[in-house]
């Protein structure tokens, strides 16, 4: 009699703490008596951080593993090694059992970059005319031919322009409607992007033929655009960089821009070049070289000082008229650079600085 008194007493205390926790129906939130406990608040990828669940009324549990991305990561020491391709806000889960009841228990984590960005500085190998009327949002060379999206309502234009004289060879005035923003060529097509208007376009790079618009997906708003030959990427205004889908324009994923102390967010007109994204810091003279698997932030380049070099014009917006554009000339090896209203386009090689 004692035994049988025993074994129910056993069952009804399991019971009543699956009870506790789970609720009627399996309703209560299970994290107000399980939490995740990390030894460090400041976490970097590769980084070996203790780890330990926090059991506030010593509940039983079994088979106990830790997850980030669906991705498995196993406890040695009392440790995890964060070691994930992308970077960013993260969400670190524990599965466990409390007997046959599968439990989930997240946990919101910021995962930053291993290091500091590398500081970079640039040399001027030679400037060019450009029309200080262009509101540079985009820049892409194509066959030694530089194309342009110039933006702000009623002045939005595509652009085919002979880079050496300045000379606009193709204008194409945009709907007054919208507000011009990144290009990126791929596939003997071309896509930009406007701002605000949740909508791009894809032309024919042969003739600059509209081929059919796109619409967003999941990002609200339009800023740069460049491609790795695959896929392409867009910055949004805030820390995410889209993958999309070339063919359907579908955003397939993401990676977001961090350095070894924060997530930022000022990713604005794009370039791709050897595994790695250049990416202008929206109203800054300033550049960012971004690991394109990741989202580390591994350089900064300063443009300090190339603003000082151009003309204002009647269109010039101090606040506005900032760097903005770049493109790489694969034959070159070098970049070019101008700025929203500059009446110059600069030639540059990017250095380390010492």
Same mark, same amino acid.
């Given at each position: 009699m004692t035994q049988v008194l025993r074994t129910m007493g056993k069952l009804f205390s399991i019971t009543g703490a699956l009870l506790f926790f789970l609720g009627c129906g399996g309703s209560a939130d299970p994290s107000k008596h399980f939490s995740i406990q990390l030894e460090n608040k400041a976490l970097q990828q590769n980084q070996q951080v203790g780890i330990a669940l926090k059991n506030k009324k010593d509940i039983e549990i079994s088979d106990l593993h830790y997850y980030i991305d669906d991705k498995e990561l196993p406890v040695e020491n009392g440790k995890i090694t964060l070691d994930l391709p992308t970077l960013g806000n993260k969400i670190l889960v524990a599965k466990?059992? $409390?007997?046959?009841? #599968?439990?989930? @228990?997240?946990k919101n984590i910021r995962l930053l970059a291993a290091s500091a960005p590398k500081v970079y500085t640039y040399e001027i190998i030679a400037s060019y005319p450009h029309d200080p009327g262009a509101y540079t949002?985009? /820049?892409?060379?194509?066959? +030694?031919? !530089?194309?342009? *999206?110039?933006?702000?309502?009623?002045?939005? &234009? !595509?652009?085919?322009?002979?880079?050496?004289?300045?000379? $606009? /060879?193709t204008n194409i005035p945009m709907n007054n409607s919208v507000f011009g923003e990144g290009i990126t060529i791929m596939n003997e097509k071309l896509y930009q992007l406007t701002w605000q208007s949740g909508l791009g376009y894809v032309y024919d790079i042969s003739n600059l033929e509209k081929i059919k618009d796109f619409f967003y997906d999941k990002s609200r708003e339009g800023w740069g655009l460049c491609n790795d030959g695959e896929k392409i990427f867009k910055s +949004?205004?805030?820390?995410? @960089?889209?993958? !999309? +889908?070339?063919? &359907? !324009?579908?955003?397939?994923?993401? @990676?977001?821009?961090?350095?070894?102390? *924060? @997530?930022?967010?000022? #990713?604005?007109? /794009?370039?791709? $070049?050897?595994g790695k994204i250049y990416a202008n810091v929206y109203q800054k003279e300033s550049m960012m070289i971004i690991d394109a698997t990741s989202g580390a932030i591994e350089g900064v380049i300063n443009f300090g000082g190339l603003k000082n070099k151009v003309k204002k014009g009647p269109e010039w917006d101090e606040g506005n008229s900032v760097l903005n554009g770049v493109a790489f000339h694969p034959e070159r090896k070098t970049f070019f650079v101008t700025g929203k209203n500059w009446d110059k386009l600069f030639e540059v090689k990017i250095l380390k600085k010492n």
């Open positions: 466990f059992n $409390v007997e046959e009841h #599968a439990v989930e @228990i997240k949002q985009g /820049l892409e060379f194509y066959k +030694d031919t !530089l194309y342009e *999206s110039t933006g702000k309502k009623g002045f939005s &234009t !595509l652009r085919k322009v002979d880079y050496e004289t300045g000379e $606009v /060879l +949004d205004g805030t820390e995410k @960089i889209w993958f !999309l +889908d070339p063919e &359907t !324009l579908q955003e397939q994923g993401y @990676i977001e821009t961090v350095t070894n102390k *924060s @997530i930022f967010n000022r #990713a604005n007109e /794009l370039e791709y $070049v050897d």
